[in-house]
Structure formats: C-alpha cells, structure tokens
C-alpha cells in the first residue's frame, strides 16, 4: 500500500498527505502557490498575531490572502489570550481557511515572552482553554489543528500530555516539530516523539524535522506512523520536493530538478511576489529566498554574494544571466513569466 494517502481532519479530507509548514518570513501566498504547483496537499500561512489582528487588521491582511490556486489552506495564528484568539479565529473565517491551526511551538522570545508559542507548552490548561476557544469560534465546519514541539526544554518534555490536552479541547489534528524550545532549529529532530503521538491519539498526526529529501518523508511515514509529513525548511528553495515526494511515495522516481529549473521557479516566484507587494518590497524579501534557490548549484556562493544586493527584478537578471553566461550554460526563458526571463536584459 502508498505511502502518499488522503488525511481525515475532523470535516475536512484532504486529498494527500505532504504538506507545507508555515516558516515565519517564508510561506507568503506567492511561494505557497508555487508550492500547490508542485503538489503540496496543504498549505499554511506565516504564524499571524491574534492581537494584531484584532487590534488593527489592516497591516495584517496579506498575510490572510488565499493564492488562486489554493483550493485548500491553512491559518496559522499565535497568542497567550483564549479571548483574542477566539476574536482572530471569528476574523479569519471570512477567508474561508480549511483550517485554523494553533501555534504552540514557536521558539523565538519576542514570541514566547508574551505567553503565546513554545511558551503555551509550560501551561497545557492554558493551551486546552485557548484549544477550546478557537474551535467554539471556528464552529462545527472549520477544524482546528495545534502544532507544538517535544517541549521547553530536555528536562519537559510533555508533547504527550499539551497534544492530548489540545485533542481533549476539541483540536481534530496535531503536528509536531520534535526539537524543544531550547534547541531552536539547532541539532536533530526527536522523531520518537513522533512515533509515541502517532500511537496513542485518535486524530492524525502530522510530522516536521529534518524534511530534505522525498527518501527522509518515505523513512518518517515508515518509521513514526504519522499520518503526514510536513516540510518546512527543506521546502524553501525547493518547491519541487513535493512533487518528487509524492512521485517516490507512489514509486514512481522523476530525475533529478536542475539548477536552471530552480532559477525558473525562482523567476515565478519573484514575479508572484511582485504582483502581491511591489517591486521594490519583493526584490527586497526575494533576497534570501533567491539564495535559497541557487544553493547547491555551480558557483552558488559567488552568486549569493550578488543577490543579497539586488534591488529590483532586472538586476535579478542580470546577476543570473552573467552567471550562467560564465558557467557557459544558458538559461532558457520561463514560459509561466509574463515577461520571460531575456538574457539580454539589464539594469
């Protein structure tokens, strides 16, 4: 029997089971669709503030735009406060999210010091209230998921008890990401935890942590029993791992994706980016993603060094096209851009 299955979230069937993780700075609505391109079952949003969205949602709304060719998406949101996060969960609805997911697994302090991320697993009443909360808000047609860590740090380690707590309050999924809040994205993932979450809850669990290849979602599914596997860093840059995941999982290998097909989802997304936020705001975030794009490939360091300075969309073509020009391998123009990429464009 496939790896690659549909996943029962309370109401919800989706049709496969790879999903997007939501990656703050990373998963905006532009590298989701190429991600939904690709194959990716399910995406989530960056974590977004419950109270800034409830205080002023204006700033906050792009992050709650659904790609076009997002049939199903995710919302993720964050906060310490069972009532802000209720009054989010009523003011995300109208994007018609196919799911509200729960954030109490961020580790970074401006998160976790006002009582919301990680810091929700010190407290698993507290993170039960909020659970209950959101899921009265979101009603009986929108479930509720929870993604959480192994714990604070190696000496609570209590993933079990918050996960149960969450499906006790009415959560119809748990995604883990075994690494505590003290290790950050530092050293490996736990996937035991996994394995112990998978075992003993009755709704699906979803798994995150070192997610690189198509062979690492094979060994998790295999391994843990989860019922679906979540890439997050191992996505950015790579949009195509979902379509070679879902290939292997159904044994059937697709050759391997080359740099020059990664430059050309890097362009799409670059130009999907623009429509959303401007060029010079898009050129500005593109940065580091365009970075992520070219890792690995020939000169990939050299052309980093240049791409951290670009600061509009032609000056992304010239960088590429002099690069790929020294590397006497030609990159053929993008027929998904509007304006395909042409080697004889510069700044």
Known sequence: MSLYQPVRVGPLT????????????????????LCVEQGADLTFTELISSEALVRNPAPTEPLLRRAQNERRYAIQLFGGSEETMAQ??????????????????????????????????????????????VKKAAGPDTPVSVKIRS?????????????????????????????????????????????NLAARLKVPVAGSGDLYTPEDAQRMLEETGCAAVMF?????????????????????????????????????HLELLVQDAGETKACLEMRKTFCAYVKGG????????????????????????????????AVPPNPLLKTPFDKTARP
């Open 14 to 33: 989706l049709s496969g089971n790879l999903f997007l993780a939501p990656v703050a700075g990373y998963t905006e609505r532009a590298f989701r669709s």
């Open 88 to 133: 989010a969960a009523s003011i995300v609805l109208a994007h018609k999210p196919a799911l509200i997911d729960i954030n109490a697994g961020c580790p970074v302090p401006k998160v976790t010091k006002t009582g919301a991320g990680a810091a929700l697993m010190k407290d698993p009443a507290r993170l039960a209230r909020i659970v209950a909360a």
């Open 151 to 195: 714990g604070w740090d190696a000496q609570t380690i209590n993933c079990l008890e918050c996960a149960q707590a969450s499906v006790e309050a009415g959560a119809a999924m748990v995604s883990l990401h075994p690494r505590t809040r003290a290790q950050g994205y530092e050293g490996r993932s736990d996937w035991r935890h996994i394995t």
């Open 232 to 268: 997050a860093r191992g996505a950015i840059g790579n949009p195509h791992i979902f379509s070679h995941t879902r290939a292997h999982l159904l044994g059937r290998a697709l050759p391997p994706t080359t740099p020059r097909q990664r430059i050309q989802a890097a362009f799409r």
């Open 298 to 329: 020939p000169g990939a360091a050299t052309l980093r060094n240049s791409l951290v300075r670009a600061s509009a969309v032609a000056e992304y073509r010239h960088i590429i096209s002099r690069h790929f020009d020294d590397e006497e391998d």
